[in-house]
């Protein structure tokens, strides 16, 4: 019983913890890029964002989890895209009725969170074959890393194109704002260098060395090379 009881508390843990980083979808799985690269200049918009996706997730992983012994192969795609694209329509139309600036500035990338490929892979990968809470749970997980991921990703171009994160002034007057990180471009360029630093940080570069082979001994007849 004791074990069982493990055995369900780190498969619980495992899905709420392994978006956060060891496969964060923005900065390990490098996927749902669009919103990272297009509305992260400023910081609300991007919690923004990553509120809607955590929505977006919990609900279709949720209804998906509970008509997951109903899915047939071939219908699957079309259940989970119409699964996704309710819950987004909700939170779009929630985003025009109470927060419409808001809306106004995210524009056309709320309703895009439909074919965002991390709410598909989510329910494809886990809540298709999970029960209710294991995918409630994963989709907690992993929204709340992708947001963590846009925000920590906003907060360096807000604060060094602006001084400032939530429009609060962070550095001093004499700081040269560096405009360049508010447009396109300071997106690229920010996401790179951090993927960057976090692939030295975990040397997912390192390749391990070839152990040099050992020298014959005094008495060892010598390799001839193998015939043509």
């Known amino acids: 019983m004791s074990a069982s009881s493990n055995s369900t508390s780190g498969l619980y843990s495992t899905a709420l913890l392994t978006g956060l980083w060891r ?3 923005t900065l390990r799985l490098v996927i ?4 990272a ?16 996706v955590i929505f977006v997730l919990i609900c279709s992983n949720l209804v998906v989890s509970l008509m997951r012994n109903l899915l047939k192969p071939h219908l699957r795609i079309i259940m989970f895209t119409v699964t996704i694209a309710t819950f ?4 779009d139309l929630f985003l025009k009725a109470y927060l419409p600036k808001m809306s106004e500035i995210l524009g056309a990338y709320v309703p895009l969170i439909i074919v965002n490929c991390l709410i598909i892979f989510r329910a494809e990968a886990r809540a298709s074959k999970s029960g209710p809470l294991v995918s409630i749970l994963d989709a907690v997980g992993m929204g709340a890393g992708f947001t963590l ?18 429009e609060i002034p962070v550095l001093p007057k ?6 360049a990180l508010q447009m396109p471009v300071g997106a690229f360029i920010t996401l790179g ?9 975990t040397h997912k570069r390192e390749v391990p060395e070839e152990e040099p082979a050992a ?3 005094p008495g060892a007849e010598p390799q001839l090379p193998a015939p043509a």
């Open 32 to 35: 749902g890029m669009c919103p």
């Open 23 to 25: 496969e964060n979808p």
């Open 88 to 91: 987004v329509t909700i939170c």
């Open 174 to 179: 004499t700081f040269v704002p560096w405009l």
């Open 193 to 201: 260098l951090m993927l960057g630093l976090i692939n030295v940080l």
């Open 37 to 52: 690269l297009a509305v992260t200049a400023t910081v609300k918009p991007a919690l923004t964002m990553g509120l809607s």
């Open 149 to 166: 991921a846009l925000c920590l990703l906003a907060s360096i171009r807000e604060l060094l194109a602006t001084g400032r994160i939530f």
């Open 215 to 217: 020298a014959p001994g």
